[in-house]
């Protein structure tokens, strides 16, 4: 019984890292676009590589989540 709650709860955490990263990897982006669009260069410019980053991190977790849930 414990060790199904102690899975469930870690596929509980990866998955919602997963999800958040991405929903953070979207605002940022979004975010930096619109700094763009207003000629805020350098906070734009930022907050693009900041969604990228996130981008990349969620599409690397997605990618091994079946290591990371049952390695």
Known sequence: ????VVRGTWWMLV????????VGAIYAAYWGVAELIARRWES?????LIGLSMAGATWLACRHRTDLLYG
Not at 44 to 48: E, H
């Open 15 to 22: 998955m919602g890292f997963i999800g958040l990263a991405g």
């Open 1 to 4: 019984m414990a060790d199904q």
């Open 44 to 48: 734009g410019a930022a907050a693009v």
